[in-house]
């Protein structure tokens, strides 16, 4: 038997609720915050910091596919990320500033798209090496490819980053839906990120750690109100209050 339009309506609404809680936003960050830090981490011990060195950790197979992987990480990383920023933003709702949620919505999906062509462009270069990195060295690709994607990555797309944590910053501010600790945090590091990125090593690490330390912080809190509303624990949709 079919269901009843009612009770496809009712269920509807049940998967939609489900979806917006905070428990997806956080999990939606979690998951971000390690494929993208992962990805991170596996780039900078494979690649040297020196383009010189390119010859010998091309020649590298394993190398290669450390990167390879670290690549093919960052589109489910990207996933993540468009899912934390529309639960987010949906949490927000009417309370949200315009021009803030624009800045907000904007910078987040430039640091997705930034991330995406850095990778592919990677990606394209590593992937082509294979047997003939002297060639391709020789021909210049990898000079104009490999800084192409170090700045769309590093200094473009870190940016965006930064500037999307002081959006969500100024946002959790004016609504108070976040500890003043947590929301100067976001500060700092975004002002850090805007600074240094691009001049020291492993400083684009705090952009997921931050968005971990907010993930966690939304997860937690929404587990509390869930039981402060529902002390027996029969209703599974109280965590979407």
């Known amino acids: 038997m079919r269901p009843s339009p009612a009770g496809a309506t009712a269920e509807s609404q049940v998967v939609a609720r489900a979806i917006r809680t905070p428990r997806s936003a956080a999990l939606a960050g979690i998951a971000f915050s390690v494929l ?3 990805a991170l981490v596996l780039v900078r011990i494979a690649v040297p910091a020196d383009p010189s060195e390119a ?3 091309l020649s590298d197979s394993s190398r290669r596919e450390s990167v390879l992987l670290a690549l093919g990480l960052v589109p489910f990383a990207g996933i993540a990320f468009l899912w934390f920023i529309g639960v987010l933003r949906d949490r927000v709702g009417e309370a949200e500033d ?5 800045v907000f919505l904007g910078s987040g999906l430039l640091f997705v798209g930034m991330i995406f062509v850095a990778a592919a462009v990677a990606a394209g270069l590593v992937a082509s090496a294979g047997g003939k990195s002297d060639s391709l060295l020789a021909s210049g690709a990898w000079a104009v ?3 192409t994607a170090y700045e769309l990555m590093a ?10 944590a ?4 100024t946002i959790l501010l004016r609504t ?3 500890p003043r600790l947590l929301i100067a945090s976001g500060y700092v590091m975004a002002i850090l990120l805007l600074m240094t990125v691009g001049f020291f090593a492993w400083v684009e690490l705090l952009f997921p750690l931050w968005v971990l330390v907010l993930s966690l912080y939304v997860l ?8 402060i509303r529902d002390p027996s624990g029969a209703s599974e949709s109280s965590n979407a209050a």
Do not use: E, K, P, Q
């Open 36 to 38: 993208f830090a992962l």
């Open 55 to 57: 010859g010998r950790w």
């Open 98 to 102: 315009r021009f803030f949620a624009t």
């Open 145 to 147: 490819g490999r800084r």
């Open 155 to 164: 200094v473009y797309g870190m940016r965006m980053a930064a500037v999307f």
């Open 166 to 169: 002081l959006a969500t910053s």
């Open 176 to 178: 108070r839906l976040a």
């Open 220 to 227: 937690v809190s929404g587990l509390r109100r869930g039981r």
